[in-house]
Nanobody
Framework: QEQLVQSGGGSVQAGGSLRLSCEAS??????VGWFRQAPGKEREGVAA?????????FYADSVKDRFGITQDNAKNTVYLHLHSLKSDDTATYYC???????????????????????WGQGTQVTVSA
């Protein structure tokens, strides 16, 4: 099974920025998503990327103007860039991966939590008001 190791996160004031990293131990999957879970709330999709086609990206409406997802193939790493952070962004952030078909991608399934097989350990992002 793919091993995903996360890094980054931390505490930042509102309006600040952070970068989260998700490094894969091997090339197994072709699709990586970022999810977050705030206290007392359900886990929700944040962003995703189809690694063979880096222009194929997805964002939740709540973050699409502020966050960016990129990849570095040489490092087997996907990044989530968080900008203009707000208190509502406070959550534990998880990366996840799966092997995806184009049909699945085209069907708008990127934020289906149950479709992902490998998960990172999670990293905390705390935004102070």
């Amino acid at each position: 099974q793919e091993q995903l190791v996360q890094s980054g996160g931390g505490s930042v004031q509102a309006g600040g920025s952070l970068r989260l990293s998700c490094e894969a131990s091997r090339i197994t999957y072709n699709f990586v998503g970022w999810f977050r879970q705030a206290p007392g709330k359900e886990r929700e999709g944040v962003a995703a990327i189809f690694t063979p086609r880096t222009d194929t990206k997805f964002y939740a409406d709540s973050v699409k103007d502020r966050f960016g997802i990129t990849q570095d193939n040489a490092k087997n790493t996907v990044y989530l860039h968080l900008h203009s952070l707000k208190s509502d962004d406070t959550a534990t952030y998880y990366c996840a991966a799966r092997d995806a078909s184009w049909a699945w991608i085209a069907g708008g399934n990127w934020n289906r939590i149950g479709d992902y097989g490998a998960w990172g350990q999670g990293t905390q992002v705390t935004v102070s008001a």
